[in-house]
């Protein structure tokens, strides 16, 4: 499998001349299966510039299928859905029925309990009050799905969704597509007392690589356990790089790649704290973005 990383950046897109590096566009991951199927992962900005790159492929000609798993619905993971260009391309016949060979087809996944307003919550962010053009005017096929019993096929790739620890609930995604094995596990608070979250162990059991959510460093989360004042980012639904280390270990995964960036956190913030990480697991990258990761 293929994994590109469209946007790496937590909580709100940050262009400047400072996060040039890692990047600015928020979450959104893009997948190839052995077997071709085009699986994304959450429709931050960082969809845009995918949905730009396709254009140049059979999406432009309305020729394109892709399926986009949403691990919640937060702004940041569903901001880039109304400028994801694909989406447009559709036609319809005289009575308004739409001509499927050439219109993209998009399946859109969320769980019941995490994501049963998955279409609520996209069709409510392109109300004209926040947005000119309503959900409707998109013109590709687009079937939201719930994801009932946390397992979908999609040829010979298997997406198994975890329940983990974010306000409001958020999915993780395993993803096996036979050859190998990746998991998701963007936005998602490690447990308070020291222990590894059991979904989370499941979740990354051996696989080949971890993307996990390491927004913070140790002393923004918990400054009082380093005589720093407060408040801290405890409760707040992230982890860090450390955390995501002691998961990727305890869980055998082969390698770990850091996302969901801090805002304030710049390029060289995010060196150092790559560098830091690497020094207690060697097989951690923090991911940046239009980063290719081939497993
Ligand atoms: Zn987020
Ligand atoms: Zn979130």
Redesign the pocket.
Known sequence: MIIKFWGVR??IPTPGKDTVVFGGN??CIEILSAGQERIIFDA?TGIRVLGLELMNTEFGQGKGKAHIFFT?S?W??IQGFPFFAPAYVGRKDMQGKRISECSNEFNLYGAADVGDRLETTLRGQMDNYYFPVDLNYLSSNINFKTLKDYRVTLGDTTITAFKLVHPNGVLGYRIDDGKSSVAIA??CEHPSDGTIDPNLLQLAQNVDALIY?GQYTPEEYAPHRFNLPGPGKQGFG?STAEEGIRAAKAAGAKRLIIT?HEPIHNDEFLAKMEKDARKLYAATDFAREGMMVEL
Do not use: K, L, R
């Open positions: 937590g909580s928020t979450t931050g919640h937060h940041d993971h963007t936005d959510d992230h969901h």
